[in-house]
């Protein structure tokens, strides 16, 4: 989350920390008798920089502040429940009607109601958050789905500007259980998501490059509700 931090941000909270415990040793040093040197300011502000930063920290810090979630970023730590609604049924739309000598099929002009459904795919996702980095795996709790599952390689947060909510942008290698020879049992993806604070959610878009070779690289809107902790 440091990368949010504006750079002229963290030099004045260092510079002022410094300045502060500089007339703290000055001031109180000698009246409680603890002899501390000057020289020995830099290390005092690594230690307590490490110890504000320590997860149990900070989280604390935020669970009892809510407008640090809602106006800065939120604490992601914990499992998710996440819900994709999959284009997949659309691609099969379009492939049975290539197939077809009858049947004619227009995906750009046709109306909703002749679209097929989007289908539904539930998964499981354990987020582990710190001021350093973002984690996250997302797997498949009950096997009814090809997904095995998927782990990101790289999470990007990026802060709340304006009108625009606070979120994460992260790109994923997904392994899937399939036999079929045309398709692709390891892919890579990239998602953008949002974070609502008033329903704690983080919803948006994932883009999968599965069979791009045959143009058939598919998308799922995606929801990710927080699961309570056991």
Request: glycine share 4%.
């Amino acid at each position: 989350m440091y990368r949010m931090l504006p750079k002229k941000f963290i030099v004045f909270a260092i510079a002022w920390l410094v300045i502060g415990l500089c007339m703290v040793v000055i001031s109180y040093g000698e009246q409680l008798g603890v002899p501390i040197g000057l020289t020995s300011i830099p290390l005092m502000v690594w230690v307590m920089l490490h110890l504000l930063l320590l997860n149990p920290v900070w989280r604390w810090v935020w669970a009892k502040i809510p407008w640090l979630s809602a106006h800065f970023f939120p604490d992601l730590n914990g499992k998710w429940r996440v819900e994709l609604h999959s284009n997949w049924p659309r691609q099969l739309q379009l492939l049975e009607a290539a197939q077809s000598k009858e049947k004619e099929f227009d995906m750009r002009n046709c109306g909703e109601t002749e679209l097929a459904d989007l289908s539904i795919l539930e998964l499981e996702a354990d987020i582990r958050q710190s001021w350093w980095k973002i984690e996250m795996s997302l797997y498949n709790p009950v096997s009814v789905t090809p997904i095995r599952q998927s782990n990101t390689i790289s999470i990007i947060p990026f802060a709340q500007n304006g009108l625009q909510k606070s979120g994460i942008l992260y790109i994923f290698k997904q392994e899937n259980m399939t036999d079929n020879v045309s398709d692709s049992n390891e892919f890579y993806g990239a998602a953008r998501l949002e974070y609502d604070f008033g329903k704690d959610e983080l919803s948006g878009l994932v883009w999968t490059a599965r069979m791009w070779q045959r143009a058939m690289n598919t998308a799922s809107k995606v929801t990710f509700k927080r699961l309570p902790c056991e």
